[in-house]
């Protein structure tokens, strides 16, 4: 059975920085790709960013040039680096897995089957 438990959640300033932990459990077959996704009281899920098995990244608009994925493929964890921080950006950040490749609109929450409990990241102004 696939767990993901993310840690690393804090409050932090606005233009403050975070990095986000995923540790991964129980694959059988590594997944194609992970992704960090977010979710603000009241909203919907949004994709933040994704990381292939093989290190190709894609990022949301949003947090294009701010954040940073990576992934440590022996020790079967996944990174977010999040650098000056926006209060909007107060929400409970996610991990997930991708068993498939994608060549469009990676960052749909309703193409990945595994999901971690979340990480609380408030960021004040």
């Known amino acids: 059975q696939v767990q993901l438990v993310e840690s690393g959640g804090d409050s932090v300033q606005s233009g403050g920085s975070l990095t986000l932990s995923c540790v991964a459990s129980?694959?059988?077959?590594?997944?194609?790709?992970m992704a960090w996704f977010r979710q603000a009281p009241g909203k919907e899920r949004e994709g933040v960013a994704r990381?292939?098995?093989?290190?190709?990244?894609t990022y949301s608009d949003s947090v294009r040039g701010r954040f940073t994925i990576s992934q440590d493929n022996a020790k079967n964890t996944l990174y977010l680096q999040m650098n000056s921080q926006k209060p909007e950006e107060t929400a409970m950040y996610y991990c997930?897995?991708?068993?498939?490749?994608?060549?469009?609109?990676?960052?749909?929450?309703?193409?990945?089957?595994?999901w971690g409990q979340g990480t609380q990241v408030t960021v004040s102004s």
């Open positions: 129980g694959y059988t077959d590594r997944p194609h790709a």
């Open positions: 997930a897995t991708d068993p498939r490749g994608c060549l469009f609109m990676c960052l749909q929450a309703e193409r990945y089957n595994y």
């Open positions: 990381i292939t098995s093989i290190g190709q990244t």
